[in-house]
C-alpha cells in the first residue's frame, strides 16, 4: 500500500505541476489549467465536508450499521468490539454490565487496532498477540486468568474461539476466570488455562492443542459451534449495475476507500456483495463433525478427559425480547436460518457421542438479554456460562 500510495501522490503531484504551467498561457490552455485546478479544490471541499459529517455522524442499533460495517470487505465486523463505545453503551446489556466502562472498551479497541492476533508469514491467525494492560493481559499467547493456584492437582485447559477469550470483559470476567473462581471457592485443586482465540473453529482448536504439554491429571473443555457452522462466510464482490462490467472494480475501491472518504461514498454506491452463507455448507459441517471425531481420538490416545460443549448464541434462545429483537435485525435474515440448520445437524450428528454435552440453550427463559452481538455476551453472560460449566465438570466427575 505504501508503493500504490507513493506511486498515486508522485502522478498526481506530476499532473498538478503540468496543469499549473497552463496558467501562464492564454486562450484554451488557461481555461484547462484553471479548470483543473477548480476541480481539485472542489474535489477537496467535498473530502472535507464528507470527513466532518462523518464525525458528527452519531452510532444507533440499526440494520443499516452491520451491512456497511466490513472487516476485510468481504465478512461482516459482526463482533461488538468493532463498535464503537457510543454504540455499546447504547444496548440493554451493556447498560446492565456495571464492569463495561468507557475505560475499559477504549483499551480493548486500542488492542483490536494493535492486532489482536499474532500471525505467520502468510498472514493466518497462529495465536493471541499479546498485550499488558489494566483490563486485558495476554501473555505468551494465553488470556491471563487471575487467582490460579499455585499448588492444584491438574490443570482444566479450556479451548474455543472468542466467547472464551471473551474480548468484551476484562480479565476477571471471561468464563474461565469466572470459573477459576468457582474452583478457589469450593477448594477444587484446579488450574484453569484460557486456550481462546477469537474465530477458532474445533479444527483450530485441535491444532493448538497438540503443541500443548498436557499431563494425564488434566482436563480439556471445549465449546464450539459458532464457527463451525460457516456463518459470516466471505461474501463475493462485484460492481453494481454498469460497474460489474469493469475488471476488479470493487476491489479496487475496497483498497482506495479507507484513504478517501469520496471513495468510500462511491464504493458503497456502486458495489454489491453476494452473500455465499444462504445455504447450509454440508461440506463444512461434515468437515467439523470429522474433527470433533479426531479431537476425542487424540485425547483418548494420551488417556486425556474431554468434554465437549455446543455453545449458545442469540439465535439458540428462546423466547427472545425486545432488546433482541432489534439486535437481531443488525445482521442479514439469513443468519439466523443457517445458525438453527447447522445447529440441528451438530445436535443430531454428535447426540449419542458420550462426551457431547449441549449447552446452546443456557440462556433460555432469561428475561434480561446479555447478548453484546449476535454470539458474544457481557459478564452477566459469562457468569451463566461459568456455572453450567461448572455444573457439567461436577456431573460427570471430570473434577
Wanted: aromatic letters at 12%; proline letters at 2%; a neutral charge.
Amino acid at each position: 500500500m505504501s508503493f500504490l500510495g507513493s506511486l498515486a501522490s508522485s502522478l498526481f503531484f506530476s499532473y498538478l505541476c503540468y496543469a499549473s504551467t497552463f496558467l501562464t498561457k492564454d486562450g484554451i490552455k488557461f481555461a484547462i489549467g484553471l479548470s483543473t485546478f477548480s476541480l481539485i479544490l472542489l474535489v477537496f471541499i467535498i473530502e472535507f465536508l464528507l470527513r466532518v459529517l462523518e464525525r458528527f455522524e452519531t452510532d444507533s442499533l440499526s440494520s443499516i450499521d452491520a451491512v456497511h460495517l466490513e472487516s476485510d470487505g468481504t465478512q461482516l465486523k459482526a463482533a461488538a468490539f468493532y463498535n464503537s463505545y457510543e454504540y455499546i453503551s447504547k444496548l440493554d446489556s451493556a447498560k446492565a454490565d456495571e464492569n463495561l466502562s468507557g475505560k475499559f472498551w477504549s483499551e480493548l479497541s486500542a488492542y483490536r487496532r494493535r492486532g489482536m492476533f499474532s500471525r505467520d508469514r502468510q498472514g493466518a491467525i497462529i495465536g493471541n498477540a499479546d498485550v499488558s494492560g489494566e483490563f486485558i493481559n495476554v501473555v505468551e499467547g494465553l488470556r491471563v486468568t487471575p487467582s490460579q493456584p499455585s499448588d492444584f492437582a491438574g490443570k482444566l485447559h479450556i479451548f474455543g474461539g472468542s466467547t472464551i477469550f471473551a474480548y468484551e470483559v476484562s480479565d476477571g470476567h471471561t468464563p474461565s476466570a469466572l470459573l477459576q473462581k468457582k474452583f478457589n471457592e469450593s477448594q477444587i485443586g484446579f488450574k484453569v488455562i484460557n486456550h481462546g482465540v477469537g474465530g477458532s473453529t474445533i479444527g483450530d482448536c485441535l491444532r493448538r492443542l497438540k503443541l500443548v504439554n498436557i499431563s494425564a491429571n488434566d482436563v480439556v473443555l471445549v465449546l464450539f459451534g459458532d464457527n463451525d457452522i460457516g456463518i459470516n462466510a466471505p461474501r463475493k464482490i462485484a460492481g453494481r449495475g454498469v460497474f460489474r462490467y469493469v475488471p476488479l472494480w470493487g476491489k479496487l475501491l475496497l483498497i482506495l476507500k479507507s484513504h478517501s472518504r469520496i471513495v468510500k461514498w462511491i464504493y458503497l454506491e456502486t458495489v454489491v456483495y453476494q452473500f455465499t452463507d444462504f445455504d447450509l455448507n454440508t461440506a463444512l459441517l461434515d468437515g467439523t463433525i470429522s474433527d470433533y471425531s479426531k479431537f476425542g481420538e487424540y485425547l483418548r490416545s494420551l488417556n486425556i478427559r474431554v468434554c465437549f460443549l455446543l455453545q449458545p448464541n442469540l439465535y439458540t434462545k428462546v423466547p427472545v425480547n425486545k432488546f433482541e429483537v432489534l439486535l437481531k435485525a443488525t445482521y442479514p435474515e439469513h443468519w439466523e436460518r443457517t445458525v438453527v440448520s447447522g445447529y440441528r445437524t451438530l445436535r443430531e450428528s454428535l447426540k449419542n457421542e458420550k462426551d457431547f454435552v449441549d449447552i446452546s440453550e443456557v440462556f433460555n427463559g432469561e428475561p434480561d438479554s446479555y447478548f453484546l452481538d449476535w454470539a458474544h455476551v457481557n459478564s452477566l453472560g459469562n457468569e451463566i456460562l461459568a456455572e453450567k460449566m461448572f455444573q457439567v465438570l461436577k456431573n460427570r466427575g471430570l473434577i
